[in-house]
């Protein structure tokens, strides 16, 4: 029940992270006269596009998990069978979905710091010192992905308890009899 | 037992396959003239600098995870106290070093699709087209590290598989009578 709750509030502020970010990125827009007047978003960056798609994604799954802890707490009561295939499906998807995350965060990241240390050898400009609005809040969009992720990050430890709990210490994949202990 | 021998073999994949990573990112270097004589080496490009550390630093550590997997079989019949602690500094470990190598990997791919296909917006050049050769092995190296990504993502479970199991299905945290099962 105390494990629940923990799980729950990692499912809100994990979701509340990640629709920050997607707003942060998806909000994140400058124009300045740089040579030509140019017009900056997050569009014409691959990777912060995905950045939006998958917050979004990720918050979207959380939410339905919070409703899940939610409301079915009487998840252990069902048939035992049932309940093993179900912290299996739980367990994959959390630690897809952490993967996920960390991944296109990361890609946003690297060409975050293209953006702001430029490539000397390909040529390739720094442009956050003249577009300094729109990077500090692509920054702040990264990092609390990051955060999200960190969070999503102790989750699947919650889900990996729930599945692997239920299988015996001595023998492999054996499940435990679940009556005794 | 049988589980022993799916990690050794796991184990020694992955760090096959981050060794492969490591030395093809540090012998990646094409000369040639655009414009001005250009040598390219992949110390220009940061997010593959942190890939050969992370690649070496990660292969390391699965081969030592191997050593202990092949010469310590004994490890379940320690004291049950110890066996607890080690398995939840292996799984954490396990945890880490999986994140780590997401992140610097998609780091490192991030900063190959901006060589790939520039940024108009920002008038970042595309250079593949120039350095094919060096492209094509920054690209296998990419490749090769995903797979030893995924394969020790493999191994977080059953690292988790070997904590978890020591606790009880019914109650939150606590240890299971291994009497018993």
Redesign the interface.
Known sequence: ???QKVEALLRVSSALLLISTACLVSLDTQTKVVFVK?R?TYK????FVHLVYVASAAAAYNLLQLGRCVFSSSLKEKSNKSYRYLAWVFYLLD?MVV?IT???N??????A???L?G???????K?CSKFSRFCFQAGGAVVSAYLASALM?LLTFIS??H????????S?LRL???Q??
């Open positions: 029940m105390e494990l140019r900056i014409q960056l691959d990777a630690q993967y960390f991944i296109t990361s890609a946003a990241t690297e060409q710091i293209i953006a240390n490539a000397k050898v390909f040529q390739w400009m442009w990050a990996a308890f599945l692997f709990r239920l299988y015996s210490p001595k492999f435990k009899n679940t005794v202990n």
